[in-house]
């Protein structure tokens, strides 16, 4: 008769060889499909925000490999300067360069849109992937739930002044980052900042999300015609700092006790980073606009994001928002531009036509 423990000892070996391979497979199951294609980017211009750590980082550090100016809009100087100095060393893409830009300001938004317009002839790829989630209810300086303005607002308004040089580029693309949190979320705009309601940071947060989905629905429409692709991504559950107020990140014996198992269940960035690579770099994304992609495939997103209504309320009452916060949309697109606007931008032009003209003056004065 057989002896049990021999017989252990010898199918031992066999099961842990399955059992590790069966948890490496499902290890790189979960971690999703890498874009392994995609196209050069040499004589292209490319803006990733939050680009200082994470997806955004990782991103930035993908299309410098595969040339091309890349501006690496970031909130915080300090980390945003050296990440920059990281994917130039490690790209020997000198090409590569920090621009501060703080979503939750206006003023910086359009700060930065200057410096970049006066720098950049172009803009090829725009990925809005910067955002915040479940943050402690507060406002930003022009009066908006911090979640709203940081994950969609502010890329809104971006977004907005940056149309004209996307336009004159084309065939561009611009890719907004959305979550699984949007398929939650409703949009309230009787009470957008949480003014006569409980704060609920998860409800500010899928509200937020499914804004950026149906705005992006809404602007890939009203560019059908121009050769500029608009897409909305949800690069999935990845281990990056936007959970960091959340108990996981916070709390010192959740982390210990669970922290290993969420680190085999989430993806790394380099993986989230993935989807924005695929829609910003392969020809098979060249004429695709208006879609919601996750895992490099087309997902259907909350079916309220597909309503004609919501998508032009929520537009109309974004450059309503904006413009209350004494911010002018002047300076972007056309499309955007009320009667006052172009009367200001008119004034403008005479103003400096006639500079002009009086300079040209005094210089042939001078000469005789």
């Known amino acids: ?218 602007l890939a429409e009203r560019l059908k015609d121009t050769k500029v692709m608009c897409n909305v991504i949800n690069p999935g559950i990845c281990n990056t700092d936007i959970y960091r107020h959340l108990p996981l990140k916070q709390k010192k014996f959740i982390r210990i006790s669970f922290g290993p198992f969420m680190y085999f269940l989430m993806k790394m960035a380099e993986d989230g980073a993935q989807l924005a690579v695929y829609c910003g770099t392969t020809d098979e994304m060249a004429e695709v606009t208006g879609k919601h992609y996750k895992d490099c495939k087309e997902e259907k997103a909350n079916e309220k994001a597909y309503n004609k209504e919501l998508q032009e309320k929520l537009y109309t009452e974004s450059l309503k928002w904006i413009k209350s916060s004494g911010e002018s949309m002047a300076g972007g697109d056309n499309l955007l531009l009320t009667d006052s606007d172009k009367k200001e931008e008119g004034e403008k032009k005479v103003t400096q036509r006639k500079q002009k003209v009086v300079q040209s003056v005094m210089e042939r004065v001078s000469l005789t």
């Open 1 to 218: 008769m057989p002896d049990p423990d021999a017989i252990f000892q010898s199918w031992w070996p066999w099961i842990f060889a399955f059992g590790s391979g069966g948890l490496y497979g499902l290890r790189q199951w979960l971690r999703g499909p890498k874009c392994t294609g995609g196209n050069k980017l040499h004589n292209k211009t490319i803006i990733v925000t939050g680009a200082s750590s994470g997806i955004g980082k990782e991103i930035a550090l993908n299309f410098a490999n595969r040339g091309g100016t890349i501006v690496m809009a970031c909130r915080d100087e300090t980390k945003g300067k050296q990440a920059a100095d990281f994917v130039r060393k490690e790209t020997e893409n000198m090409d590569v360069y920090f621009s501060k830009l703080d979503l939750n300001s206006f003023k910086s938004i359009r700060d930065f849109v200057e410096r970049f317009k006066k720098k950049e002839k172009r803009l090829d790829i725009l990925v809005n992937n910067a955002g915040v989630m479940m943050c402690p209810q507060g406002r930003t300086e022009d009066g908006f739930d911090i979640q709203f303005q940081t994950n969609y607002l502010g890329p809104f308004y971006l977004t907005e002044l940056l149309l004209d040089i996307l336009k004159e580029s084309a065939p561009s693309r611009i890719i907004n980052t959305t979550a699984a949190a949007q398929n939650l979320g409703d949009i309230d705009f009787d009470d957008i900042n949480f003014e006569s309601r409980e704060y609920n940071a998860g409800d500010s947060y899928s509200q937020s999300k499914l804004a950026v989905v149906v705005h992006t629905f809404q």
